[in-house]
């Protein structure tokens, strides 16, 4: 419909490249789910573009063949957008001294316009876009009244000097600015040095360091010949507040607290670094001591042994020092009252500990099960402050390297093979440094004889050992004691309980019995002392729910081995 009267269907090809792009523009906004009321206002007879959409809806006006934009007396053809700056000379700002206090005179171009309340300008044919600072600037400004004269002043006491010369930065975004060169701002360097009193309170003195000249007073700031940079006063005052002095050159905190001197030297300090150069004094840095305690780790009986060499730190307190360290504090106070900060490779090497497993505390030294050697030798290989003893470094080295261990000889009438030697080796260097194993080889590589000729390199005529089996091989066990090492005494715990009871009040040097019988006769075997234990076909342990899982775990000896040929895995629950 065109007109009252007049109708024609228009298509889209009817629309030359330029009326498309424009439609296509209009259309997705009104897809994008906003009410067209928004765009197409009075009855749809006006245009209205929100400002998010202003700049590319123009800009697509712009480029139909006949774009005319009218604004008040004056039209143009083309508009240009770019974001407001001092060089648009829209405003002027003059900053004139006088005895006590700064005039500024703000001067604004005739015939700027203001759209979408604040965040746009125009000013002949240019279109200036505002941001959110600008824009409360702007709206201050133009809240300001005229005098007589048609101009706007404000007026600032000498006092804020400081405070008028951190504006003048602001006031630069908008339009030119000439001031005095007393309000040109200069930077500096802040330094600090912090002493210790003799009633202990700590005092801390600043300097502001601007290159050719340093202050260390109120007084000298304020008679500075420029302007100091005020945000950066007012960081250091704040932190010197937030650190319990005063907001001033020098001034006074309360003596540190025993607990405290860790957060003032690891919390608060850094602060202060992190904003200029920090000087300590020998005094204060006296009740701030770094304990960097030398680590030996060593085999000691059965445990492995870990020491840390506190050499500042009294030999009575070393077990609270301890405690602390092991309770992840980052210091200790001693009797006395002294801190003793953990340094940071103190704290990583308890860490790496507390990540490899379970250790107890005793006798000022941390205790750990053997097992952990070659994890420990491994972690801390290269580590400076971490040294093993000889046989510490020999345990590491032949768990990792068993066929350097020396063997010792067997006595058993068979040809062995070559990795039947290394499983004997392996026996040995395990039992010889307190471990159990697990001898898993294949089925038919004779695990029993391994074991034969491992035992006839260990046991004595005062030795016992039990070997529990499933009852179908505790007879094999026998023939093959028999057939290859028959100097040992060797009887099999079965039968009747009466005669099992016989047996076992016999003194021999070896027993075989089954898994069964062992469980019956638990409460016998209880009052036994036992130098070693054998479990073959021991994949049936796997279970730890079972009865004779149970069992076993009530029943102690020394040197435990379990021989498999099937795989044992652990249970996933």
């Known amino acids: 419909m065109i007109g009252k009267t007049y109708e024609e269907s228009l298509s889209w090809e009817a629309f030359d490249e330029a009326s498309q792009e424009l439609l296509t523009f209009l259309r997705g906004l009104t897809e994008e789910g906003l009410t067209p009321d928004l765009f197409f206002q009075n009855q749809g007879r006006h245009l209205f573009f929100p400002l998010t959409f202003f700049e590319q809806g123009v800009n697509l006006l712009m480029t139909l063949p006949h774009f005319q934009f009218d604004h008040q007396v004056d039209s143009y053809q083309t508009l240009l957008f770019q ?9 002027a700002f003059t900053v004139t001294e006088y005895s006590d206090y700064f005039e500024m005179e703000i ?23 505002l941001t959110d600072q600008q824009m409360r600037l702007l709206k201050e400004i133009k809240a300001l009244p005229l005098d007589q004269h048609g101009k706007k002043y404000l007026q600032f006491d000498s006092s804020d000097r400081d405070k008028l010369a951190s504006c003048l930065t602001l006031f630069s975004q908008m339009g030119t600015v000439s001031a005095p060169e007393r309000l040109q701002i200069k930077t500096f360097e802040p330094s600090f040095y912090f002493d210790r009193e003799e009633d202990n309170r700590i005092r801390l003195e600043i300097q ?27 960081r250091v005052f704040q932190i010197c507040l937030a650190a319990g002095f005063e907001a001033d050159f020098q001034s006074w905190r309360q003596a540190l607290k025993a607990e405290s001197v860790y957060h003032f030297f690891h ?62 504090q980052d210091f200790y106070i001693d009797s006395s ?34 097992s952990l050697a070659y994890s420990l030798a491994h972690l801390f290989e290269g580590r400076d402050r971490v040294s093993f003893s000889q046989e510490f470094q020999n345990l590491a080295h032949d768990l990792t390297h068993p066929e350097d261990f020396p063997r010792q000889a067997t006595q058993v009438k068979a040809d062995l093979r070559d990795y039947q030697e290394k499983g004997i080796g392996w026996l040995q260097m395990l039992h010889y440094y307190g471990f159990g194993g697990i001898l898993a080889d294949d089925m038919g590589l004779g695990k029993t004889l391994q074991t034969i000729a ?18 179908g091989l505790i007879y094999n066990w026998a023939d093959e004691f ?6 040992l005494d060797v009887a099999v715990v079965h039968g009747l309980k009466a005669n099992r009871e016989e047996i076992l009040a016999e003194s021999h040097q070896i027993y075989v019995t089954s898994y069964a019988t062992f469980r019956q006769d638990s409460e016998l075997y209880q009052g036994m002392a036992f130098d070693f234990l054998f479990l073959d076909e021991a994949q049936v342990m796997k279970n730890a729910q079972t009865k004779i899982a149970q069992t076993l775990r009530q029943f102690v000896v020394l040197s435990v081995f379990a021989l498999s040929g099937t795989p044992i895995e652990k249970p996933s629950g």
């Open 107 to 129: 001067s604004e171009s005739p015939r700027v316009n203001v759209f979408y309340q604040g965040a746009v300008l125009f000013h002949k044919g240019q279109v200036y876009f």
């Open 208 to 234: 502001f360091d601007y290159g050719d000249k340093q202050i260390s007073s109120r007084q000298e700031l304020e008679e500075l010949p420029f302007s100091s940079d005020a945000d950066l006063e007012k």
């Open 337 to 370: 009252n002294q801190v003793y900060f953990f340094d940071e490779e103190t704290k990583k090497i308890r860490q790496n500990l507390q990540e490899l497993g379970q250790f107890e505390l005793k006798d000022g030294a941390l205790q750990a099960r053997k």
């Open 482 to 487: 028999q057939k290859f090492a028959p100097q």
């Open 267 to 328: 919390d608060i300090i850094p602060v202060f670094e992190k904003l200029g150069n920090v000087d300590l004094s020998d005094k204060l840095e006296e009740i701030y001591r770094l304990a960097s305690p030398q680590v030996q780790i060593a085999s000691k009986g059965g445990l492995l042994e870990i020491q840390f060499d506190f050499q500042d730190i009294a030999q009575e307190e070393i077990d609270q020092a301890m405690q602390a360290l092991v309770a992840n």
């Open 83 to 91: 974001d407001l700056h001092a060089d648009a000379n829209l405003f």
């Open 454 to 471: 491992f035992l006839t390199s260990q046991v004595t005529k005062e030795s016992r050992v039990l070997i529990l089996a499933p009852s």
